[in-house]
Every structure is written in structure tokens, then in C-alpha cells.
């Protein structure tokens, strides 16, 4: 008996200005400005809920906690996901834009560096999310896990191509400059579709 | 007689290396420079022409002299001795009756023990619920963990006891976080539909950095299982299998059970001294190089046809025809070094993937074929160099007469030389006169054992692994070494190197894809060394010793590409230091270190006789 | 006769055990609870009484049945075993003339090979300075680095050719950063004044990570001196001392030497089966022991008068006579067990607090004293009671008795039980009788082993690294497990164990006082309760087995204090998993786990014949 | 022959305002707001310059890279050294007042702990300021050394404790309430005595 079919929903409530943590065993998600807002579903339709979900849950699973923040002032996913590194506690930070590309990133690293990449966002479902939430949670504990592995589907890139254009160009203009990164607690909703 | 110029060329298996030297008319030798080039083609072969004109072009440029003043080129009679690498594994273990899972995995959920029937989680509410007995819930694939933890709990506050949880994906701390009444939870059972359903069980789960104490204890399991005690015999090889691990599932199956098969990888039978002498590759090594003791000096070896070991020789056998060009049935196998491992290998039967580390058995196994050819390269090099060249003498002779040029060394002198396929050791006595052997297994075997236990797939990484010391990148900006001191780099640390056990070698940091810590692949790097280079030492050592007496040897000299090694030389000396030897590595010409030492001697011999 | 209530009382070396149990008309045996207490005095005295009174309150007042209702209590007939321990160091490591300095600081500078003649850096400069001769500057105490750094430049201006330096104090690397020429540079040498000077020396640095490679290879040390062959045989166990270091200072003086000395620490006199063996107690545990098997049954054992071990054994029966009254001559000792270690010591003629790895010998003696003294503790007990008592049985009977009581077990049964001095092992044949032999050795000499090893002065931490695991704080908020997995705190862990390797006891994290990793401390763990515990088991169970073959045994059944560790069953069962045997934790009752076996043996002896 | 006399003296050149640093391998040393300014000598009239040269030169000699702050706004030593390890790249900082007390601190530590405290100024020499920053340096590079063994000596006590509370008064007057700390290069001149 498969599970119900269960559509989640997402909001995200500010809760201030995004601070640096001080805890070795948090990793930080950031969130692009129209995640969950703008937008409330990836280039193939996974439910922004579901990514966010799915992140947090790889990440808990591994006894690491998460902190989420928005950030407002760009749309580039490894500026993105390199402030959330120099805010984390732990320096690791899961970097997602509203289509879906995702990112792994560490403090130290030079900006344009990461740790894994995730640039097809049509190949990205639940699965993979969470192996990215777990995998993020072992690098803040010191392990090296094996990177999670990606189909490359160059069938993907032309057919997704336009939407992928547009799903950028419509999350730059939610982009809010010079307005600093918050730190957001997510509220899910069960609503049976 | 004026003073000749002469070089003298000697063609390993792999590198191929000069000596130029001007000899006076009254014999006396100036060194004047040393090349090293790749072997060409393979040792004892026409083909190495090539890769000892080049040596001797080098060797003269540097020095300033030209083709046309050389005398004479002087090479080696290398007795080809060509060694072969296989391994077999001899045990085998096997789940029956899925009665066990032990794969031990990272996050496991909640502590404790619990002891119940297996209940697929579809059936766990409405009225077929069984409220009565204890109750072991197993959940497939495709499970959200919100809605295992509402149904769990939902179960729960209907009076039904749900003790413990086994889950196919990685959520048992997902779900135990959510559940009312804390209980072990094991997870990722990849196969988790072949758990037997409506049978007694039990799960344990030890607390963070701590091992099971009861599934690992034979009366544990009767204790839990209410077991007479035949019922405890047949089930003890589970709980020696869980033994180490922090969680484990064991499931009452009528006949299930764990056995380690040894896989019968058949005789060997070693001719020698007149006997044939026969021993199971499974008694493992020790067991097989006493009875090779024991049939001194050995015509040939040869594995039971049929079994892995026959399939083990006749793969070496092979790999010698198409080097020697000789038929396999003329191939004689001179010497084997048998080296017990372990390799890790899947379970059969394993519901969840789980690993055991198998015995292995690896032999490397030489052989000496009689018919020289380098007789044949020599003319070669004489035609493409225009000058005089031949066979200066045999290769363990040679290499011992370049050891002399080591300061602090006399007559008598052994030497071993650590090479790629075999060791080999010669002695020049007080008197002169010299004896040399040729052992199987060295620097190739080494790679191969790092290898396997590591399971690298990468044979480069296996040689780096063997050849530097290893460090753990602690963060983008600092890495420990393996002595435990810390070095700082100014520049971060490439992303793929993060948080590894890595390789210190001189071109950078090569990452070794294992989840072991630095201290355990060290370990399985010392021990791959010592189990082939000191044993095999002492075991050419005793050959060329008078009377086979150690005691009796006063100089040892290491020499060739495994002397190089950073700890193979301080390992072989402390294991020859209680028999009063001195033993370290060569230093021809008091500036070579351990290469150079045949072509060295090749070029003394002449002078003391010119040909 | 009516249902009766009875006690049975186990007094151990450390703990007295009650179990309490109602006994049928039938010989039928109900068990009503069980209770431990710290025993009184030393075992077989009559101090005894206490401990036993106190166990019996507690275990009717858990029951809720008073002192009235009790029939009778039932105490073990201890043959007292006592246990007595010593350690001797038997190799000395010694310097002569200085001729070597090998203490390998933490931060010497630069890198490289420097030979030279030693100068004290006072007479580097102005006309007496020597410029021809490569030299090796001598730095005493007192200098400022600023100062040092700037006099070696403007010597090296001057033209000396400055090739290495010795500092008295930890400045190498502020040393070498401040010079022009980069040279290597050894430091931290307390006794700097006691360098030879004006003798030819040698100062090796490797990298960071990198141990050195000429001076620590004979050859290379007859390379640097130019020494003959008798000289290079003479100088090679400094090769030996320095093999593993990142930096040493070798000295040319003429006879100056670095021994590693066998002190003479006596023989041991081993009284058994109408014959006397000796052995010299220099030849290792391995010696003893088998010196010891062949004077089976051992009647007594004897040290060399004068010698070490003559002291050890003194010191053994010195504690006796006050354990038992009885006078030193008439003190037998009945068993020895000899465990190799290492102790590390300084070394004789340092000059910068060398720390050498010494061997040692440890051995734990057995002494049994025919005397049985527990009736006079039941009578005391009686008395205090108010209720009968008596001796129930002897104690290896009752432990096997006891131990059937573990579900999966059957007769034929054997038992180990692991104490704090001595391995007792008890055999009950399918016949019904028993067999019972104490071997010396147990918890106390692990426990010792590992003090020693990692130089614990502290007996209560070595206990603990005995107990429970290791872990490494790696920051404020989390630690390393010893397998490797990561543990999180919510509150910052307190400064004394930051950065420390500590043990996971269940009052919180103690901190080893040691610089070794982890793994070592967790290798000489395992170790010591391997030589212990693993070596006795067998050799206890050898001296019940039927012909002393394990193979005929089929259940073992561990009991007592250390059968509670959280590795030492696991340990013994792999060793005796070859033999067939199937071995575990024992679960007396099925619920009291290795405790209380001898106290539920003497209530079931009394069911089935009340005396 | 010992060494010559030389007397130094050091000058502080400031570069900037403090900020954190990134570089694990830095241990930052929390000069007091009087330190090589108001005052030049510790209460036993060892140098400020001596004292500093000497943490840096056991800081240099475990191979760990310094950095030099001055705090302004307290002259409480567990305040200093904790702003020093906030600022500290590896998390570890030394705090050292005009008189010569001084402390080694951690980031995450509570501010009222420390790893090691050295409150009996007068029995402070130059040998002593060479322990701390030789155990800092290890402390940061994850080691666990054994503490700077010092001298217990009741008897400095009352000899000292008038002249003590004078300098604390007077290393009072140089605070500059809210003004930040800044970074200094420290500038030693040698003088012959
Ligand atoms: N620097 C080194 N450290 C350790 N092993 C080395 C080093 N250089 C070569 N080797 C090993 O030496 C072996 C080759 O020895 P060499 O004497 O060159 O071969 P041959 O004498 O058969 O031509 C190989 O197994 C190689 O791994
Ligand atoms: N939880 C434990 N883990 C490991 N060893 C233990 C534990 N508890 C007791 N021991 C060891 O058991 C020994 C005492 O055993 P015990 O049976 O109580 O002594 P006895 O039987 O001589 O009275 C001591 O060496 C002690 O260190
Ligand atoms: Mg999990
Ligand atoms: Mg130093």
C-alpha cells in the first residue's frame, strides 16, 4: 500500500537577521530570494515543500542540526550558497535556487569552488535532495562521504533549456538589493490533494 | 694497455641503468657518472636494446665524451627470472534462511533490545492488528517517515506493543525522533522484503560508540530465543558474526544460519630434493612455505588441476610463455611465496549488502628459465653504437661487487636486492667465490596486497599508498601527518581532498577512496611490507648463508628500487639486528645510494680481468 | 520437611554475593532475588562476616521476608587464592661519551644533512674562527635567538661554513627563519654543555612528516665518518636507536657507543612433577611459560636469591605472610603467569632526556593455602543472624553449578571465572563431577600492564582505559568515538579535557594523561587483556579438559567481575571459536548476567541433598 | 660570554579595525588598552616589548602565524582574551594586561573560563611569556599540552597587591568606552642599554 498521497506545503516565517552560528554541528540552507515564495515548485514540478523537506531530513538523519536562511540581494546559486557557508557553525552550506540547482559549499573555499554540484535541476527529485542534505550533514562531522550520484542527461538540457531561462530571469527581478540574508523557520502543512 | 673507456649496462625488469668508468692500464677505475632509463620490452629480450642505448648516450653526454671513445659496453647475463602474481580467496561466508542481518549500519535509531514477531507495517492497524503478542514492524521501500512514526504511534496508543523497527531506507533516527515510545530501529535493509514474516525476532541497537551485548553472546541469543542447548550451537556462528557491531537483527528461522565455508582452493604439490610434497592452499601461508622449506632446492610447482590454485599456476604459466616464448609444459616453477590477506567481500545471502572480511591466500611465483639472450641484445647495442659490447658477468656476481664501493662495507658481503617481481641475494665470501638465489615475490606483491585488503580498484593509488607516508586533511588550511604533527598551508586545500586520508606524494595530495582511518591503512601498509620483504630477507639470507646459519653473515647491503622505500630498510634491519648483522642500504660509490650497484660491478670485474 | 528459606553467599576477593531462594518439600527451587555488596576484610578471614551479614539483609529485605523466617545461609568454601604481582625492566639502553643525541624535539628547523666539526658558537667569530673547516655550531643557554641568528649570519659572511647548529633551547625554527643560509638545526638539548667539542659530528633534520635516512643506515653514518668496516659494525646500533626519528645529532668519538644491555634479572625455579626446571626470566614470557607447562602440577616456584626475581617472588610471599598469617617458608607458591611489556625509560648518558621503549617482565604469582577458614565466618554469621550456617560447597563446584542455570547451557559444562587476581576454571562432566583449577592472572595484572605501558602514574584512570572506550574531543561541541563515529553536546565540554583523549566512563569524560593517539592507547588495551585473559582461559581450560582437549569440551560459560567488559568474553570467544567450543557471557537465572553463579550453586547443592 | 644587554622597545602601528581572521593556523594576542603605550614594563619591570616578543617567538617556533589586537573598551582580562579568541582564526587567543597577568582563552569557551590563567603577575618572566605562546600555538594546532608550570608564591601576595591595584586603577583611566579593537603591527627598535 503505497503512502498516501500526501502534497506538502511550505511558509517561511522570518525570524530576524541571518546570524554566524557558533555550533560545529549545524549546516546552513540557503535559500534563493523566490524559493518558496515567488515560486513554490522546481523546473519538474517537485513541491519547494518537498526539497525542503527532503534536505532537512538528510541532514537530522545523520545527528546534524540545519538552519535556514533566505537570501535576498542575489540569485548566482555559489554566492548564494557560499554566504550561507560563512554563516554556518559547522562552515557547510546546501545552496538551492527556485528551478531546483542545488550546490555544496564550504567557508573556505574560494566562492566559485565548491564541494558537489548539482546544475541539472530537471534530474533532481526527492531522493536526491535528501542524499544532498546527508551528504552536507557528513562533511560537517569530518567524513569524506562518496559524492551523490547525478545522471547526466544530455537529452535534458535542450528541452528544459527555455523553461530554465525563464525560471531564472523571473527569480532575478524578485532579487532585493542590498538587503541582507534572514534566518527563516519553515512550517509545513499537510494538504491532501 | 692505455686507458679504456668502458660502460657497464645492466636491464632490470624495469629500469635499465649505466655506469661509465675510464680504466687505467693498471686496472685502477675513475668512476665518471651513472643513467637510469626504462627497461624496453621485457627483461632477457632483443627489445631491451633500445632502453640500454639510451642509457649508455646519457650517461656519455653528461660526462662529455662521445660515442666513438667508447671501448666497450658491458652487460649483465640476467638469468630472466619472471615472476607471476595470484590470489585466491578461501572462505566463504553465507546467511541461510535470511536469519541474520549484520550490516552495521551508520545511523541506526533509538537503544536496546527487542524481542517479538515480524509484522509487515501495511498490517499493523485495523481489526487484523495483533494487540496480543510483542511486535517487530518491518517497513518496504517507498515509505515516507512522517507516516511510518503516525502509524507506529497510531498502533502504539492502540495497545498494540511494538518493540522494535526494521526499515528499508535511512530513517530509523527520522522515525525514533517522532515516536512516542522510544525503541532500536535498524535500517537501510536494501533487500528488507525477504525478512520472514510472522517469525520470532530480535533487534539491537548499543548507544553512540559502543558495541551489542547480547545478539553477540550465544546465551544471549538462547536467553532471548529460549533455546536448548543444540538449538545454541547451531546459532553461536551468528552471534560470532555480530560480534563488534553496534546493531544487529537475528530472526528465529527454523534452519537459518551463518557458516564460513572454506572453499576448497585445492593441493599444492611442490617437487624438490628428490620428494613431492603436498599442502592445502587453505592451511594458509605459514603451513605452505614450511613444507617449501622442507623441498629445497625446487624443481617445480604445480596445483591440482581443476581447483583455483591449479587455475592460479596455470595463469602464471601462461603470462611465462608469452614472455619466455617457451611452452607452458617446459615452464619450471623455481620458488613461490604464498602471503595469507584478507579480502573484503559481499555475504551471501546478505539481506542489506553486508561485508565480511574474507581469507585470501596470494602467491607470487618465479620462474628460471636457462637459455640466455643477452648475448643477443649485446650485439644489438654493439651494431647501433659501433663499439665493442657483451655479456661483463652474472647479475647477483656484478651486484655484489658494486655493493663493495659502499663505504663501511667488507668481504664477507651479502646483498639482497629488493626489486619489482623478485628478491634476489648473492654472498662473496672471504675467499671470493659467490652464490646467488633468486626468491619469489617483492615490490609488485607489496601493491597487490595494499590493494585488495583496501579494495582499491586503482593500482596507482596502491603503489602511492606503498611508496609515501599518508596524512589526514583536517580542514581547507591543515593536514596531519601520519607521526601526528600538524602542517599549515597558505593556500586552501582542493575541494576533493576534503576531510580524506590522502597520499604525501611529491607531486601533491592523491586521496585514497576507502572509509578506513589513516591508522588502519598504515597498518595494512606495514604489515603488506613486512609479510613480503622480511620474510622473504631472512628466507633468501638463509639460502646464500653457510650452513643456512645467519649468525655466520657479517655485512648486509640492500639494493635496488624497493631500498628506496622510507621504511621497507629499517624494517628488514631491525628483523636481521638480533642476529648480530649490520644491515642498511647501499651507497655505491658512496653517492649512488642503492641503484647502480650491477652496473657498477660489471664495470670492476673487467678492469680486475679485461676479456 | 516444609518449604524452607535459604541463602547462598559467595565472598569473593572484591565482592560478596547472596542469592535467596525458597526450597521445596520436593527439592524444588524458587529464586526470590539476588544482592552484592564490597567484601569485608580479605577473602578467607574472618572480616568476611560483615560483608556476607550485610548481603544477606539486603537480599530478605528486597524479598520483604525477615532474618526470622531464614532456615539457613550457605557459604562458599573459598579455597583462598591470593595473587600477588610484580615487574621487572630487563633491558637498559646507555650512551657513552655523548656520541649520540636522539631525543627528537617537536619543532627542530631547516632541513638536510650538515657534517662538521663542533664549535661553541663564543669562538665563532673574531681571528680565532675557523674558516676552512665545515663546522656545527653549539649553542648553549642563555642565548637569545635574535642573537644566535644574527652571530651565525655574520660568521657565514665571514666565510665559516656553518653547515648545522645545536641549541640548548626550543629556538630552531625561530633560528632558521632568521638565516641567510638554511641550515638543519636540533634543539631543545637540556645537556648541550656536555656536546664533545671540536669533533667531527653530523646534524640531520627530515621534512615535516619524514623520518631521516642517513643517519639512521649504518651505511650512511660510514658514508659521513668515512669509517672502515670494523668502525661502520661498531657505530650501527646508533643506526638502530635513531631508526624513526625526524632529526639526530651524531658525534665521531672514538669509542663512544649506544647499548642496549640484558640486565641479568635472575632465574626463576620451577618445582613440579618430581622435577625442578629453570629459566632465565630474560628469555621472555613465551620461555616461562612453556618452561612452567612442563612442571605441571606446580608445587612451587623459587627466584634466584640476590636477583630481581628473587625479589619479585620475595615481595609476592611478603604480602602472603600478612594475607595469611603463615610464615614466608611455608608460603607455596602454586602458579605463575609471565606477561611481556614495555616500560618506557630514560636513557643512561642522554644529554637532551632520551625516552627509550625498555622491555619488562610482569608476572603475577599464585599462592594456596590449604586452611579452610570459612567456618569460622559462618559461625559468625550465625551468630549475628540468629540463624544457622555452614560451608555449602566448594567454589569452582558451586560457579558450574550455578552457571547451568543460563539458559542454553548443558552438562558437559565448563566455567571461567574472571576475577581481579586469579582465572579460575571449574569443569562438570556429563557424569556429574568436578573439576576446578586456579591459574594466576586476571583483572589487577591488566590493569597494571596498561599503567605501565602508557606510563599512568594514576591506578584509577588505568582502570578506567581498562573499562570503558576511548574517545577524542576534537572541539568544544563534539568528540570521536574510538570507531570512528562523531558525538554532539549541546553544552561546551569542560576545558581540562579539550583536545585530550579521553574515556567514556558513565560519570562523564576522563582525560588520559598520555601523548599517544588513540589508536595506540586503544591497541595497548586490547593487548594487555589479550596477553591476560585470552592466555589464561586456554590454559586454565587445558588443565580441566578430558586429556587437556579443548576439543572435548562444548559449552564455556563466562563468569565474574571482568566477563562484565565490554570486549574481553568477545576476545575469548574468538579464541576458542576454532576449538568448536561455543563460548559466552553466562546469564545466570537468565537475568543476572556473569554475577552471582556461586551463590545460586550453593542454594541448588542444597536443594537436592539438604545436609 | 652572555648576550649583550639590549634593551628593546616596541611600537604599536595600528593598521585597522580588528576583524575575524579565516586562517586556522593564527593565534590572536589581546593587548589591554595601557599595554606598550601608557605603560612600557610589567609590575616586575620586564619590558612590554620583551613580553611581547616572547609569546610571539613561542607562537612562531610550533610554526603558527600571530596577530597583534589592541582592545580599548575594558581592561578585564577574561573580556580581552575572549574578544581576542572571537577575532582568532583558530579559536584560541592570549589576553595579557599592562602588569603582566595574563590568560589563554577559546571562542566557545563560556567567557569566564579559560584554558590556562597566570594571575600572580610579578612571578611572570620572559621565560614564562614563552610557555604561553608556546601552548597557545598547540592548543590551536588541536594538540593538548601539558600547562605552563608556575610558581605558587603566597609571599608575592601583599608585597605586591598595593602596587597591583595602582595599575589596575591607572590601566582603568585608558579605557575608551565603545571604541572597537584594532589591529597593530608591533615595531621593535633595539636600544643599547
Ligand atoms: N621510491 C621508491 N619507494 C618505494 N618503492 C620503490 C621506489 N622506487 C621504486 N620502487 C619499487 O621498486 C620496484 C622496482 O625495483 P627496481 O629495482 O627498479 O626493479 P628491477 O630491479 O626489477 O628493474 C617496484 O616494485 C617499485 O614499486
Ligand atoms: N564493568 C566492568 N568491566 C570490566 N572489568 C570489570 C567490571 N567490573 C569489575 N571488573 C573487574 O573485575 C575484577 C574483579 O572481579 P570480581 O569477580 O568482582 O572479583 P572477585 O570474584 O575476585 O571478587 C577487577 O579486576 C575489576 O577491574
Ligand atoms: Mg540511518
Ligand atoms: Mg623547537
Known amino acids: 500500500m503505497a503512502t498516501p498521497a500526501t502534497e ?45 523537506r527532503q534536505l532537512l531530513a538528510g541532514i537530522e538523519e545523520q545527528g546534524v542540526t540545519a538552519r535556514v536562511v533566505r537570501v535576498r540581494d542575489t540569485a548566482d546559486l555559489a554566492a548564494i550558497s557560499h554566504l550561507g557557508a560563512k554563516l554556518s557553525g559547522s562552515g557547510i552550506a546546501v545552496g538551492v535556487l527556485s528551478r531546483g540547482t542545488a550546490m555544496i559549499h564550504q567557508k573556505d573555499l574560494p566562492r566559485l569552488s565548491n564541494l558537489e554540484l548539482f546544475p541539472q535541476s530537471p534530474l533532481l527529485d526527492a531522493e536526491v535532495f535528501r542524499k544532498i542534505g546527508s551528504n552536507a550533514a557528513r562533511y560537517a562531522k569530518g567524513e569524506s562521504p562518496e559524492p551523490v550520484p547525478t545522471r547526466n542527461d544530455q537529452m535534458a538540457r535542450p528541452r528544459w533549456q527555455a523553461k530554465a531561462a525563464l525560471l531564472h530571469l523571473k527569480e532575478f527581478d524578485c532579487i532585493e538589493a542590498d538587503r541582507g540574508p534572514v534566518e527563516v523557520k519553515p512550517v509545513f502543512e499537510l494538504s491532501h490533494a | 694497455m692505455d686507458t679504456r673507456l668502458v660502460v657497464g649496462v645492466d636491464v632490470g625488469n624495469s629500469t635499465t641503468e649505466a655506469c661509465l668508468a675510464r680504466v687505467g692500464p693498471d686496472g685502477a677505475v675513475t668512476y665518471l657518472g651513472t643513467a637510469l632509463k626504462h627497461t624496453t620490452g621485457v627483461k632477457g629480450t632483443p627489445e631491451n636494446a633500445d632502453g640500454a642505448v639510451a642509457a649508455v648516450r646519457e650517461v656519455l653526454a653528461r660526462a662529455g665524451a662521445t660515442v666513438g671513445e667508447l671501448h666497450t659496453v658491458l652487460l649483465n647475463e640476467a638469468t630472466p627470472v619472471i615472476s607471476g602474481l595470484a590470489m585466491e580467496t578461501i572462505t566463504e561466508t553465507i546467511i541461510t534462511e535470511s536469519t541474520m542481518i549484520g550490516h552495521n549500519p551508520a545511523t541506526p535509531g533509538g537503544e536496546g533490545l527487542g524481542v517479538g514477531v515480524t509484522v509487515p507495517i501495511g498490517e499493523l492497524l485495523g481489526d487484523g492488528r495483533d494487540s496480543e503478542r510483542p511486535v517487530i514492524v518491518v517497513v518496504p521501500h517507498g515509505w515516507d517517515f512522517d507516516d511510518v512514526a503516525a502509524t507506529l504511534n497510531s498502533a502504539v496508543r492502540d495497545g498494540v506493543d511494538v518493540v522494535a523497527a526494521v526499515l528499508a531506507g535511512d530513517d530509523a533516527v527520522l522515525v525514533t525522533n517522532r515516536l512516542e515510545k522510544r525503541i532500536p530501529v535498524v535500517d537501510e535493509v536494501a533487500a528488507v522484503e525477504k525478512v520472514p514474516v510472522g517469525m520470532l525476532a530480535a533487534v539491537e541497537v548499543a548507544p553512540p560508540g559502543r558495541t551489542i551485548r547480547t545478539l553477540s553472546n550465544s546465551y544471549g541469543l538462547a536467553t532471548v530465543f529460549a533455546l536448548d542447548p543444540a538449538q545454541t550451537r547451531q546459532v553461536s556462528p551468528v552471534a560470532r558474526a555480530l560480534t563488534g557491531n553496534r546493531s544487529a537483527v537475528v530472526i528465529r528461522t527454523p534452519t537459518g544460519d551463518v557458516t564460513d565455508r572454506l572453499i576448497p582452493a585445492g593441493v599444492l604439490e611442490l617437487r624438490g630434493a628428490g620428494k613431492t610434497l603436498r599442502v592445502e592452499v587453505d592451511a594458509g601461508a605459514d603451513a605452505i612455505m614450511d613444507t617449501l622449506a622442507r623441498a629445497q632446492p625446487v624443481d617445480d610447482v604445480h596445483g591440482e588441476p581443476g581447483t583455483h590454485v591449479g587455475g592460479m599456476l596455470a595463469q602464471v604459466r601462461d603470462t611465462m610463455t608469452d614472455v619466455t616464448g617457451q611452452p607452458a609444459s617446459e615452464i619450471a616453477i623455481h620458488d613461490v611465496l604464498a602471503v595469507d590477506t584478507i579480502v573484503p567481500a559481499e555475504v551471501r545471502g546478505g539481506l542489506a549488502g553486508e561485508v565480511a572480511l574474507e581469507h585470501a591466500v596470494a602467491l607470487a611465483a618465479m620462474v628460471s628459465t636457462d637459455r640466455s639472450r643477452m648475448q643477443a641484445v649485446a650485439d644489438q647495442v654493439a651494431a647501433e653504437l659501433g663499439s665493442s659490447a657483451g655479456v661483463g658477468g652474472v647479475e647477483g656476481a656484478m651486484a655484489v661487487r658494486g655493493a663493495l664501493t659502499t663505504p663501511g662495507v667488507d668481504r664477507p658481503v651479502a646483498v639482497i636486492d629488493l626489486g619489482g617481481g623478485s628478491t634476489d641475494a648473492a654472498l662473496l665470501s672471504a675467499s671470493g667465490e659467490t652464490t646467488a638465489v633468486h626468491v619469489a615475490g617483492a615490490g609488485e606483491l607489496v601493491t597487490k596486497l595494499i590493494a585488495s585488503e583496501l579494495a582499491l580498484d586503482d593500482r596507482e ?137 650491477v652496473a657498477s660491478g660489471l664495470v670492476d670485474a673487467y678492469a680486475e680481468e679485461p676479456g
Chains 1, 4 share one sequence.
Open chain 1, 8 to 52: 506538502r506545503t511550505v511558509s517561511l516565517r522570518e525570524t530576524g537577521p541571518a546570524e554566524r552560528g557558533s555550533r560545529p554541528d549545524e549546516v546552513v540552507i540557503a535559500l534563493s530570494p523566490a524559493f518558496a515564495g515567488e515560486f513554490t515548485k522546481t523546473i519538474v514540478d517537485l513541491p519547494h515543500a518537498e526539497v525542503l
Open chain 2, 461 to 597: 593509488v596502491a603503489e602511492n599508498v606503498k611508496r609515501y607516508p599518508l596524512g589526514k586533511v583536517e580542514s581547507f588550511y591543515h593536514l596531519r601527518h601520519e607521526d601526528g604533527t600538524v602542517e599549515f598551508v597558505d593556500e586552501p586545500l582542493p575541494p576533493h581532498v576534503f576531510a580524506r586520508v590522502v597520499v604525501m606524494t611529491p607531486d601533491g595530495l592523491v586521496p585514497v577512496p576507502t572509509r578506513h582511518t589513516l591508522d588502519a591503512v598504515r597498518r595494512v601498509r606495514r604489515e603488506a611490507k613486512r609479510r613480503v620483504f622480511c620474510v622473504n630477507a631472512v628466507r633468501a639470507l638463509r639460502q646464500v648463508a653457510p650452513q643456512g646459519n645467519l649468525r655466520a653473515l657479517d655485512f648486509v647491503v640492500l639494493l635496488g628500487g624497493s631500498a628506496l622505500d622510507f621504511e621497507i630498510p629499517d624494517m628488514i634491519a631491525d628483523a636481521l639486528a638480533p642476529h648480530g648483522i649490520v644491515c642498511g642500504t647501499g651507497n655505491i660509490h658512496g653517492s649512488e645510494g642503492p641503484r647502480n650497484a
